[in-house]
Each structure stands twice: as structure tokens, then as C-alpha cells.
């Protein structure tokens, strides 16, 4: 119970901010040993991380709905199998995992159709979207350009979101990204 406490706490301050720095990953190359580590030090599945992960497989297996409600439930899931394969990587597990999983084909958080104005409107809600976002179009492009490298350039997209509302982010995010 204490998990699922700290989990949703975990989710809940998530919605808050998105932010760059260290959190980002390669989600191709991210193994299930850090994914662990991160577990043991923050006492909750890495929802930064796995945010990413989850953007990044969803764009190799042509989904593009972000769905929130899932994260929990693949988070757990992966964790236990990376208990038994901590030198495994965590895409092909996250991959697996997630395409067991009911998934909406429609929802707000698009990566095809969802533009800054959603984003604008609702900040705190959109934050969690813009980090599955960094990794989708990274899945997408097969490019390790991120917005989530710096502050700087996750900065200048907010910005850019700001002075483009009809804009797609995804078409924001690329132009911001290193």
C-alpha cells in the first residue's frame, strides 16, 4: 500500500512541471540496472523516465495518444521483470508490456494533432505530455535531439509554444531541439 501511496504521489508532482536536465535519457539504450537504481533512490518507479520511454514506444509501434492512465500500471510491470534482467535493456520490455495493454486510439494529448494552444490552456496537466513528447519525436526521427537537454531549449519551446499557439508541438519541440 505504501507503493501505491508513493507512486501516486510520484504522478501527482509530476503534473506540475516538466524540466531538463540530468532525468533525460536515451530510451533505446536505458537498461533496466538504472531503472532499478532509480527505483532504490527515489522509492517510486522513474516517472520522468518512463514518460520518455513510453513516448519513444509508442512512435516505433505508430501510436500517438499519450495516455496517463497506463504509466502505473507499465511502470510496475516493467520493474518486476527488470528484478530478474537488470543488464536488459527496458525498451523491449517496455514495448511488450505496453502492447498487452487496452489503449485508446483517440484522447487530448496527440502527438499528430495536438497543438500549443491545449498546451497554453492547460500547463500543469500538459507538463507530463511534453516529456512523452521529447521522447515520441525522438522515437520518430531515430535523432537524439531533446528539448530536455538543457533548460535553454526547453525554454525556448515553451516560448515558442507561446507565439505559435495554433502550432503542432511536436513542430515546436523540433524546431527547439538540440
Known amino acids: 500500500m505504501k507503493r501505491i501511496v508513493l507512486f501516486c504521489a510520484a504522478l501527482f ?30 522509492h517510486a518507479p522513474p516517472l520522468f523516465e518512463g514518460l520518455q520511454i513510453d513516448g519513444y514506444t509508442a512512435a516505433k509501434s ?11 500500471s507499465l511502470m510496475l510491470e516493467v520493474y518486476a521483470l527488470c528484478q530478474s534482467q537488470p543488464e536488459a535493456k527496458v525498451y523491449p520490455l517496455w514495448s511488450q508490456v505496453r502492447s498487452r495493454l487496452p ?3 483517440d484522447g487530448l ?5 495536438t497543438t500549443c494552444a491545449s498546451y497554453n490552456a492547460a500547463p500543469d496537466d500538459g507538463s507530463g505530455f511534453v516529456i512523452w513528447l521529447d ?12 528539448v530536455l537537454k538543457r ?13 505559435e499557439p495554433s502550432a503542432l508541438m511536436q ?3 523540433r524546431k527547439h531541439a538540440k
Not at 62 to 72: C, E, Q
Not at 136 to 141: E, H, L, P, T, V
Open 13 to 42: 508532482c509530476l503534473a506540475h512541471t516538466a524540466y531538463a536536465g540530468s532525468d533525460k535519457i536515451d530510451p533505446k539504450e536505458y537498461i533496466c540496472a538504472e531503472y532499478l537504481a532509480t527505483v532504490s533512490i527515489e
Open 62 to 72: 505508430g501510436k500517438t495518444v499519450a495516455f496517463s492512465r497506463i504509466m502505473p
Open 103 to 105: 489503449l485508446p486510439e
Open 109 to 113: 494529448w496527440r502527438a499528430d494533432s
Open 135 to 146: 521522447g515520441y519525436i525522438r522515437g520518430k526521427d531515430n535523432n537524439d535531439a531533446s
Open 151 to 163: 533548460d535553454k531549449d526547453l525554454n525556448a519551446f515553451f516560448q515558442g509554444c507561446k507565439r
Open 171 to 173: 513542430d515546436v519541440m
